[in-house]
T-cell receptor
Framework: GQSLEQPSEVTAVEGAIVQINCTYQ??????LSWYQQHDGGAPTFLSY????GLEETGRFSSFLSRSDSYGYLLLQELQMKDSASYFC?????????????FGTGTRLLVSP | EPEVTQTPSHQVTQMGQEVILRCVPI?????FYWYRQILGQKVEFLVS????????KSEIFDDQFSVERPDGSNFTLKIRSTKLEDSAMYFC????????????FGEGSRLTVL
């Protein structure tokens, strides 16, 4: 079956660094994405890794190890506005349809 | 900046009633999706749509669900006979087919079945 496991909740203070892990087991794998979702809002794209290694986009970085079926999202210089849920998502194939299978989600709480 | 628009933002319906949720995707997108999210849970894939036909559907997308793109712009999800467990946020999403696999989600339609 398919499973993407994440910690349910992470707490941190402003200015800190936090890492959100994702381990996956899916029928196919083409890449790992991360999405942010504020309460009551839509998921918004943060990053995508198709190859092993680290991708950096401003304060956010994402890492992938295909051999370990593992990835993480690293958030640096945390701000209050980063309080949200974060989902990893696997793209299972390269059919062009890009169906994503989402993880269980991690709620990040940033305190002053 | 172009965005995905969904209507209604919230719909309350009685069990057994039909519901149609509407979406206007970004104009240059080719691939369209419906996802749902039960409160506090993960985002679940329902169906993908390409070239005016369903390309993939999940186990959730049973015979009571249908999708259409009737006029080349709107993309609809119909639930024929709603059940209590259909209460969820329904997200429409689109993609252009680029290498990042980015999906652009609408703000969602919250469906409450009583």
């Amino acid at each position: 079956g398919q499973s993407l496991e994440q910690p349910s909740e992470v707490t941190a203070v402003e200015g800190a660094i936090v890492q959100i892990n994702c381990t996956y087991q899916t029928s196919g794998f083409y890449g790992l994405s991360w999405y942010q979702q504020h309460d009551g809002g839509a998921p918004t794209f943060l990053s995508y890794n198709a190859l092993d290694g680290l991708e950096e986009t401003g304060r956010f970085s994402s890492f992938l190890s295909r051999s370990d079926s593992y990835g993480y999202l690293l958030l640096q210089e945390l701000q209050m506005k980063d309080s949200a849920s974060y989902f990893c998502a696997v793209r299972e194939g390269d059919t062009g349809f890009q169906k994503l299978v989402f993880g269980t989600g991690t709620r990040l709480l940033v305190s002053p | 900046e172009p965005e995905v628009t969904q209507t209604p933002s919230h719909q309350v319906t009685q069990m057994g009633q039909e519901v149609i949720l509407r979406c206007v995707p970004i104009s240059n997108h080719l691939y369209f999706y419906w996802y749902r999210q039960i409160l506090g849970q993960k985002v679940e894939f329902l169906v993908s749509f390409y070239n005016n036909e369903i390309s993939e559907k999940s186990e959730i997308f049973d015979d009571q669900f249908s999708v259409e793109r009737p006029d080349g712009s709107n993309f609809t999800l119909k639930i024929r006979s709603t059940k209590l467990e259909d209460s969820a946020m329904y997200f429409c999403a689109g993609a252009s087919g680029g290498p990042s696999g980015e999906l652009f989600f609408g703000e969602g339609s919250r469906l409450t079945v009583l």
